[in-house]
């Protein structure tokens, strides 16, 4: 079981209700019939409650992390509107934006967190829904991650190989069972 979760906000965690995973989920944002009511238009992905309430019950620290081109200082009060308008805030050990225009802005978070945690990469997981934002700023430090499987993030030419899919955040439940099983056999 990891000891820390890493998990993006947009199209991880929530999403626009009208596109959910089949438009880059930002529009929300910056359509003049949205972007001034947008929590309104947001809602959760599926079982993201029952698996934050569970892994939350498990001990494992759950950290939001959400690239957004505003100041740190506003994109975070988004973020913490946005955790206490579902009411997952108390899930929550911190949340923290990363630069809009860096791919590996999420990657210095990480390390940051990490280091105040205490915390190999090893012991966390990133899980979101861009694979150069979220699954390959987090595989360029270490730290496993899984990116939920759509069809509008940027991909890149090569697949890698070892590259790690799930459809919704709940699936990473299975996946470590699938890491847990093996020790407890031993």
Known sequence: MPKLIFLDGDGTIWYPKSTKRTQKPHWIYHDPST????????????????TLAFLHSQGVLLVLISANPAPAEVAESELLNKLQYFGIEDYFHSY???????????????????????????????????????YEAAQSIGVPAYWIENTVSNQPDVIPPEWQK????????????????PTLKM
């Open 35 to 50: 972007k001034n009511q947008y929590l309104q238009h947001l809602e959760l992905a599926p079982k993201i409650r029952e």
């Open 96 to 134: 923290h934006s990363s630069p809009g225009d860096n791919p590996l802005g999420k990657a210095e978070v990480i390390q940051r967190i990490l280091t105040q945690e205490n915390l190999l990469p090893q012991d966390s997981l990133m899980v979101g829904d861009s694979y150069f934002y979220d």
């Open 166 to 181: 799930i459809s919704e955040v709940s699936d990473i439940l299975e996946q470590i069972n699938h890491l847990v099983e």
